[in-house]
C-alpha cells in the first residue's frame, strides 16, 4: 500500500507559481494532493522550508570505471542527502558515456538505488575526443536530453556547429559546454593573477574561458541551437552572456556554489580540494557571478559534483586532479553565503537550484509546481541549522572545498516521486 | 622565527638579520682545519631531493655535517619514490625514523607547505618548482651585505626569466623586505605582469638599468623557454638580455655580478664576465654553507650569533 505523508506546517517555496506560505502540502501514492489523507505520516515542518526537490545540472557519478571515488549509488545518496531529486550524470566516465548502451547502465544503475532520479548526460563526440560526432540520435532514443564533453570543450568550431544543427532534428536537446581554451590555459593550475605569481603556480587566465564563450554563443546565433554553458567562472563570460540573451540567442548558464562563496585568496596555502576547473577567480569575478544569479544571467546553480580518491587529492599541487565534491554542501552553501547576507532571495536561490535547472534539464516531474497531482519530489530543510563540513559523506570521496567550514541550512526530508529517501537527515536507502 | 623556512614570507626583517648574523659567526668555522661544532649533535637532518640539485644538496649536507647533525640524502633515484611512494608516505616514513628537520626540494611549487602537514620537524624548502628558493635569497643578501656593507636602498636589477624563476621571486620579496631596490629586467613574455604588486620596478632594456645597479643579479635562462615560445630564440635572448663583455662596463665601479648557478655561459652571462673580479659568483656558494648552517642552528633551537661559541651546550640535550 502507497504510503501517505503530510507535511505539517511548512514554509513552502515555490518558484514555478510564486508561492510563499505556511501550508500543510499532503501526499497520496506518489503525487500531491489536494485531500488530507487519513492515516498519513505526519512530518513535522516548524520551521523548515519545503521546496520543489533540487536538481543539479552537473553531476559527476564517476560509474563506469573509477567506482572507487563514486559509484551511481553512493552519488546517488550524496544527492538525496544534499535535497536533490534529479541530477545530469556527466558522460566523462570509463568508458565514455558516447553510446545508448552506457546511458541505460547509469540509469539502471540509479533506478536500482531509488535515490535520486538520474538524466544520463550523451557525450557530443565518441570517446569524448573531440574528433567525430557520437551517435547523438541513438541516445536521443535512449532519453538523452543533454550533450556535453564536460571536461573539454568541443575543440572545432565547425564540429560544435554541425553538433548543434544535427540536433535540431529533436525536440528540445541541449548542448552543454565546459568552456576552456586548451592552448590558453595549458598548464594553468589557479587563476592567473597576483597569487598564482606569488605562489609560483602556472596561471589560466579569465580569458581562457571568455574567447570560448565568445566562440560558442557566436555558434549559438549561427545554428539556432540551444546552448547551455557549464560553470561560468569570469566576469567576462558574464557580460557576453547577457548580450548574447538580449540578442534572443538561446543560451542558458549555471554557476558552481565554489565559484560563488570561494576565489583565488583560498589557494594560498595549497589546498587541493580548492584545485578545480575553472579556477576559483578574483573577488570581483564572484562579485559579478552572484550579480547574474540574482538577475537571472545565469540561470541555474549546478555543483560540478567531482569526487576524487583521497590518495588523489592528498598530493603536490600540481600533480592533484581537479574538482571538488558538492552535492551535500550545495543548498548550505548557497543559504550561508548568499542567501543569509541578503544578496540572494530564497524563493530565487530555490529557483536557480531547483525550477530553472529541471527546465533546462527538461526534467518535467521535477521543480515544481507544487500543485495536486504533481509527483511529490521535494525537500525540507532547516534553514537555520548549523553544522561542521566534515566526513563521513555519503559520496565516497571527501575532496570538498568546504570542508572544515560551518555552513547554516540542512536538509531534513528529502522525497522523490512520493518515498521519502532522506528523513531526519538519514537517507533511507 | 617560525619553525620552518618555506618561503621568505616566513622570516621578518628582524630574523633576517638575526640569520646573517648568525652566519657571519658560522663561516668561521668553514675557514678552521677542523670545520665542525657540536651545535646540532645528534640532530637528524634528511635531504629530500625529488629534483636533482647536486650543488644545493652538498651545501646543505655540509652545513649539517659541520654542525654535527647526523645526515641522510634521500634522492628520488632509487630510493622507494622512484617506486611510487606518495610524498604523504615519505613524510610518514621519515616522520616515524624522527627526522629533526627535512630539507626538500621538489619540483612541485608548495610541495614543502604541503610536507609540513604530515612531518612534526622543521621543514625547510631548498627550492619547490616556480615558487621559492629562501635559503638562496638568503645566502645572496649575505654576500651583498658582506660586500657592500648594506642592504637597505641597495639598487639591485634581477635579469632573465622571472617568470619561471624561484630564485627571482624568494630574492625579490627578500630585497623588499630589506628595503633595497629591485628591478626585473627580461622580455615581457617572461616577467609576470603582476609583479610591480611586489613592490619591485620592471624593466625590459637592460642597457637602461645598468648603470643604475649596485648589483646585477643574472638568471639561468632554460633553453625549454624557446621550445615554449616565450622568446623566438635563445640567440636573441642572448643578444638582448645578456650581460656581455661590453655591457658589463656600463655597471658603476664596485657593483657586484652575481649568479645563483650553474651558469650557462655564452648566453645570459659571457665567460669573461663571469671571471671578472667583481663577479663574485663562488663567493655565493661559500656564503650558502654558512646561511645554511645558520638556518639549521636556528630552525632546531639556536637563539642567536651570541649562542654559537657555546654551542655544545645547544646540542646537550641530544
Not at chain 1, 536521443?140 to 570543450?153: K, L, Y
Request: proline share 5%; hydrophobic share 40%.
Amino acid at each position: 500500500m502507497p504510503e501517505r505523508f503530510l507535511f505539517r506546517g511548512a514554509r513552502v517555496v515555490d518558484p514555478a507559481t510564486g508561492r510563499d506560505e505556511v501550508a500543510d502540502v499532503a501526499i497520496d501514492d506518489g503525487v500531491v494532493s489536494s485531500d488530507t489523507p487519513s492515516n498519513a505520516i505526519v512530518l513535522d515542518c516548524d520551521g523548515l522550508v519545503l521546496a520543489p526537490g533540487l536538481v543539479d545540472l552537473h553531476t559527476h557519478l564517476r560509474q563506469p570505471g573509477r567506482e572507487d571515488k563514486e559509484t551511481v549509488e553512493t552519488g546517488c545518496r550524496a544527492a538525496a542527502l544534499g535535497g536533490f531529486t534529479a541530477l545530469a550524470a556527466m558522460a566523462n566516465t570509463e568508458p565514455p558515456a558516447d553510446s545508448a548502451a552506457v546511458i541505460h547502465e547509469v540509469r539502471d544503475l540509479a533506478a536500482a538505488a531509488g535515490l535520486s532520479e538520474v538524466f544520463p548526460v550523451g557525450a557530443i563526440t565518441r570517446g569524448l575526443e573531440g574528433e567525430a560526432m557520437a551517435e547523438l540520435g541513438e541516445m536521443v532514443e535512449a532519453g538523452v536530453r543533454i550533450f556535453s564533453d564536460d571536461g573539454h570543450s568541443v575543440p572545432n568550431a565547425r564540429l560544435l556547429r554541425n553538433a548543434m544543427t544535427y540536433v535540431r532534428a529533436f525536440d528540445d536537446v541541449v548542448i552543454a559546454e565546459h568552456c576552456e581554451d586548451v592552448s590558453l590555459g595549458e598548464g594553468g593550475q589557479m587563476h592567473e593573477g597576483l597569487i598564482s605569481s606569488s605562489l609560483g603556480l602556472a596561471g589560466e587566465p579569465r580569458e581562457a574561458e571568455e574567447v570560448i564563450v565568445a566562440r560558442d554563443l557566436a555558434v549559438a546565433r549561427l545554428t539556432g541551437g540551444r546552448l547551455h554553458l557549464c560553470h561560468l567562472s569570469s566576469a567576462g563570460s558574464v557580460e557576453l552572456v547577457r548580450r548574447a540573451k538580449a540578442g534572443g540567442v538561446r543560451v542558458s548558464a549555471e554557476v558552481t556554489p565554489h565559484h560563488l562563496v570561494f576565489s583565488e585568496e583560498d589557494l594560498v596555502t595549497y589546498d587541493t580540494n580548492m584545485k578545480m576547473k575553472p579556477p576559483l577567480r578574483a573577488s570581483e569575478d564572484r562579485a559579478a557571478l552572484r550579480g547574474a544569479l540574482a538577475e537571472g544571467s545565469i540561470d541555474a546553480i549546478a555543483t560540478d559534483h567531482a569526487p576524487h580518491a583521497v590518495e588523489e587529492k592528498e598530493a603536490e599541487f600540481d600533480q592533484a586532479p581537479f574538482g571538488t565534491i558538492g552535492l551535500e554542501t550545495a543548498l548550505a552553501a548557497v543559504l550561508t553565503h548568499l542567501v543569509e547576507p541578503g544578496e540572494l532571495g530564497l524563493a530565487r536561490a530555490i529557483e536557480a537550484m531547483s525550477t530553472a535547472a529541471a527546465r533546462i534539464l527538461g526534467a518535467h516531474d521535477h521543480g515544481g509546481p507544487i500543485e495536486p497531482g504533481r509527483p511529490a519530489n521535494l525537500v525540507a530543510f532547516d534553514p537555520a541549522a548549523e553544522w561542521r563540513v566534515e566526513p563521513p559523506f555519503g559520496s565516497r570521496s571527501r575532496n570538498s572545498s568546504f570542508l572544515g567550514t560551518t555552513l547554516r541550512g540542512r536538509v531534513v526530508h528529502t522525497m522523490l516521486a512520493g518515498e521519502l529517501v532522506v528523513a531526519d537527515g538519514k537517507a533511507q536507502r | 622565527m617560525n619553525r620552518h623556512l618555506l618561503s621568505i614570507h616566513d622570516a621578518s626583517a628582524e630574523d633576517v638579520v638575526r640569520i646573517l648574523d648568525t652566519a657571519e659567526s658560522f663561516r668561521e668555522v668553514g675557514t678552521r682545519v677542523i670545520k665542525k661544532v657540536p651545535a646540532l649533535r645528534g640532530r637528524t637532518v634528511v635531504n629530500l631531493f625529488y629534483e636533482n640539485s647536486t650543488r644545493t644538496r652538498i651545501s646543505f649536507e655540509l652545513a649539517a655535517k659541520r654542525l654535527s647533525a647526523d645526515v641522510i640524502n634521500f634522492s628520488t633515484g632509487g630510493s622507494s619514490v622512484s617506486k611510487g611512494e606518495s610524498l604523504k608516505d615519505t613524510a610518514l616514513t621519515l616522520q616515524a625514523m624522527g627526522a629533526d628537520a627535512i630539507v626538500i626540494r621538489h619540483s612541485s611549487s608548495g610541495a614543502p607547505l604541503t610536507l609540513t602537514r604530515w612531518v612534526r620537524g622543521s621543514v625547510l624548502n631548498a627550492g619547490d618548482g616556480t615558487h621559492e628558493h629562501p635559503t638562496q635569497a638568503l645566502l645572496d643578501l649575505y654576500t651583498m651585505r658582506d660586500r657592500l656593507g648594506r642592504l637597505e636602498g641597495l639598487r639591485v636589477g634581477i635579469v632573465g626569466d622571472v617568470m619561471h624563476s624561484r630564485v627571482a621571486r624568494s630574492l625579490s620579496f627578500a630585497l623588499v623586505k630589506m628595503g633595497a631596490e629591485a628591478t626585473l629586467v627580461g622580455p615581457p613574455t617572461l616577467i609576470p605582469p603582476e609583479a610591480p604588486a611586489w613592490g619591485v620596478q620592471v624593466s625590459h632594456d637592460i642597457e637602461s638599468v645598468l648603470p643604475k645597479l649596485d648589483v646585477c643579479y643574472m638568471l639561468r635562462v632554460q633553453r625549454e623557454r624557446q621550445r615554449q615560445q616565450y622568446v623566438p630564440s635563445v640567440r636573441e635572448y642572448a643578444r638582448l638580455f645578456g650581460l656581455s663583455r661590453s655591457r658589463v662596463d656600463l655597471l658603476p665601479e664596485g657593483a657586484l655580478v652575481m649568479h645563483p648557478g650553474p651558469m650557462n655561459r655564452g648566453v645570459e652571462i659571457d665567460s669573461d664576465v663571469a671571471d671578472l673580479p667583481r663577479a663574485v659568483i663562488e663567493e655565493q656558494v661559500t656564503n650558502g654553507i654558512a646561511i645554511r648552517m645558520s638556518l639549521l642552528y636556528l630552525l632546531l633551537g639556536g637563539s642567536g650569533a651570541e649562542d654559537v661559541p657555546r654551542a655544545e651546550e645547544v646540542g646537550a640535550d641530544a
